[in-house]
């Protein structure tokens, strides 16, 4: 709801990067992602929108995708690189862009302390205050902010996360390193809602990601959404929640990873084609 490119936690990750960028005189937003990154679109798209230049390093061989076309649109310099050397982002950044003094580096997903702060203000929003708050995660940028913001305010909500990633426990120390120990200690990880890795899905979330948007009107997709939404019924469903508690889910937008798998939402085998 907040921007059709700068969607969802994007445009809050972003907000205080790009004023602390635009303070230090800098002009040259430098990213890294993969081919479907939304990351890497929403900055392309910011970058356009606030007077930045953008460069992004892409993960893997050079190919061409609905994603990437946009960021292009927006004005993004595309660099692929192997798996291999995209390994060592700080390395990239300065092989190409030391010496470049307008260039700034904004690390994959927007993890940063900048980013939590942004995160933060997600709580400023709430209208009303819940029992249960969970959000899908990445590099835990998100829940960092939402467990700052939590130690902040006080009360009695419980801030959980669900992990897209296999091994999902890292979501900890990734906490830990933006928002503390203690606030890594107090979050709920719920990491049994991979469905195998990051990308990955299996035709039972296909099914539920399918029902979930014809029933409610509301699009997710599979990649971080999905496992979410996922995640939440199936723990109503097991009674995890106590009658009357409320709920809140944390839509993080990045809706145009669905093009990257849209053969496996498309016509259905049993379709009547006139």
Request: hydrophobic share 40%; charged share 15%; aromatic share 10%.
């Amino acid at each position: 709801m907040i921007h059709p490119f700068i969607s969802g936690n994007k445009w809050r990750k972003l907000k205080y990067v790009l004023q602390t960028a635009a303070s230090l005189g800098k002009e040259h937003l430098v990213s890294f992602g993969g081919a479907w990154s939304n990351h890497l679109l929403a900055m392309a798209c910011a970058g356009a929108k606030f007077g930045f230049r953008t460069t992004a390093f892409v993960r893997g061989e050079a190919i061409s995708n609905p994603n990437l076309s946009l960021c292009s649109l927006f004005g993004m310099q595309l660099r692929f690189v192997s798996r291999a050397a995209y390994k060592d982002k700080t390395l990239l950044f300065d092989q190409h862009y030391r010496r470049d003094e307008q260039a700034y580096f904004v690390d994959e997903g927007g993890c940063s302390l900048e980013g939590a702060r942004g995160c933060m203000e997600i709580f400023d929003e709430l209208t009303q205050s819940y029992d249960h708050i969970f959000c899908a995660c990445g590099t835990g940028t998100t829940l960092a902010g939402l467990s700052m913001a939590k130690a902040a305010h006080g009360g009695p909500t419980q801030l959980h996360g669900v992990p897209v990633l296999a091994g999902g426990t890292f979501i900890k120390d990734a906490v830990a390193s933006l928002s503390g120990t203690a606030c890594a200690d107090a979050i709920i990880l719920h990491t049994d809602y991979h469905f195998g890795g990051y990308a990955k899905t299996d035709p039972a979330l296909n099914t539920f990601v399918k029902t979930f948007a014809a029933q409610t009107g509301i699009l997710i997709e599979p990649v971080y959404t999905g496992k979410l939404c996922y995640a939440v019924f199936d723990l109503a469903a097991r009674d995890y929640f106590q009658p009357g508690q409320s709920i809140l889910l944390i839509h993080t937008g990045g809706l145009t990873g669905l093009l990257g798998m849209h053969e496996q939402f498309g016509l259905p085998q049993n379709a009547n084609v006139l």
